[in-house]
């Protein structure tokens, strides 16, 4: 098993930044990707962004690409997101995603972009 644990969701103001965190624990050693989707009542889960584990690929949704920034930090097992140039229409809950053998999922993180 594998835990997610998120933090570094708010309310923040269009144009502002957050920056996002999860904790990966447990059996960790088969995680072969870690990112972002993101959620709004009554719609799929949307990818956000993607990092392949020990290496330097990554890829994100049209909407955030030149705005989100995913990073990660193996050593921590750990992986970010880097928000910026918010708008609203990011407002979302952000969860943490992991998978390798099987696919983990963190609690949700909210995240809100006023106008």
């Known amino acids: 098993q594998v835990q997610l644990v998120e933090s570094g969701g708010g309310l923040v103001q269009a144009g502002g930044s957050l920056r996002l965190s999860c904790a990966a624990s447990?059996?960790?050693?088969?995680?072969?990707?870690m990112g972002w989707y993101r959620q709004t009542p009554g719609k799929q889960r949307d990818m956000v962004a993607i990092?392949?584990?020990?290496?330097?690929?990554?890829d994100y949704a049209d909407s955030v690409k030149g705005r989100f920034t995913i990073s990660r930090d193996d050593a921590k097992n750990t992986v970010y997101l880097q928000m910026s140039s918010l708008k609203p229409e990011d407002t979302a809950v952000y969860y943490c995603?992991?998978?390798?053998?099987?696919?983990?999922w963190g609690q949700g993180t909210q995240v809100t972009v006023s106008s």
């Open positions: 447990g059996n960790i050693f088969n995680i072969r990707t």
């Open positions: 990092a392949i584990r020990g290496g330097s690929t990554s």
């Open positions: 995603h992991a998978a390798g053998i099987g696919v983990y």
